[in-house]
């Protein structure tokens, strides 16, 4: 099992759709989570972190499921913005550094 | 705003050569990394540091050397550069803005090597 796996995509999504994208990790050890955003050919950004209790960000959700080693995002009422390649990340243990997934393309259209 | 700066944005060099990547942070951190990223592969860890002259080998450290004499500055040397080594790469550190913590990126180095 890789140690974060994303569905690659791409998601296409008309505006105003609601998209969700879901991430495992393979370290039970593992104790922070976050979505990564990278537009093409930029560095990427931190999204929004992942609690254990989930949170929001204005129209993003993230999620996150210790059980079942998952983490999830959603997005509401997807705006052509939101086209971007979304990244989850985890860490191996605590301190150490961040690994990443490969990344989830979305592609918003009109 | 913390600044995280790659020396150079696109470096071209040829096999065999001797390449230094150089990235410097303004903000005092302690945690540094490298990672290179490729096309259907995603961000792969190469090196991190988490203090001054420490260092920890990341999942793709082959063909790779670090040096951290300062802080601030965190270097990726390719002893012998290979066409395989021909890539994006970025430099992050890691630190908190308000109450997030999170990887502060340098905007990249896109190293051709022929």
């Known amino acids: 099992r890789k140690e974060v796996e994303q569905d690659p995509g791409p998601f296409n999504v008309p505006e105003g759709a609601t998209v969700a994208f879901n991430c495992t990790y393979s370290n039970s050890a593992s104790q922070s989570f976050f979505w990564y955003r990278q537009d093409c050919r930029k560095e990427p950004k931190l999204l929004m972190s992942?609690?254990?209790s989930g949170n929001e960000d204005g129209r993003f959700t993230a999620q996150l499921n210790r059980a079942s080693q998952y983490i999830s995002l959603l997005i509401r009422d997807s705006k052509l913005s939101d086209s971007a390649t979304y990244l989850c990340?985890?860490?191996?243990?605590?301190?150490?550094?961040?690994?990443f997934g490969k990344g989830t393309t979305l592609s918003v259209s009109s | 705003d913390v600044k995280v700066t790659q020396s150079s944005r696109y470096l071209v060099k040829r096999t065999g050569e001797k390449v230094f990547l150089e990235c410097v942070q303004d903000?005092?951190?302690?945690?540094m990394f490298w990672y290179r990223q490729d096309p259907g592969l995603g961000l792969r860890l190469i090196y991190f540091s988490y203090d001054v002259k420490m260092k920890e080998k990341g999942d793709i450290p082959e063909g790779y050397s670090v040096s951290r004499e300062k802080k601030e500055r965190f270097s990726l040397i390719l002893e012998s550069a290979s066409t395989n080594q021909t890539s994006m790469y970025l430099c992050?550190?890691?630190?908190?803005?308000?109450?997030?913590?999170?990887?502060?990126f340098g905007s990249g180095t896109q190293l051709s090597v022929l």
């Open positions: 990340v985890v860490n191996r243990r605590a301190g150490t550094a961040l690994i």
């Open positions: 903000m005092d951190h302690e945690n």
């Open positions: 992050a550190s890691r630190g908190v803005e308000g109450t997030r913590e999170k990887l502060f």
């Open positions: 992942v609690y254990s």
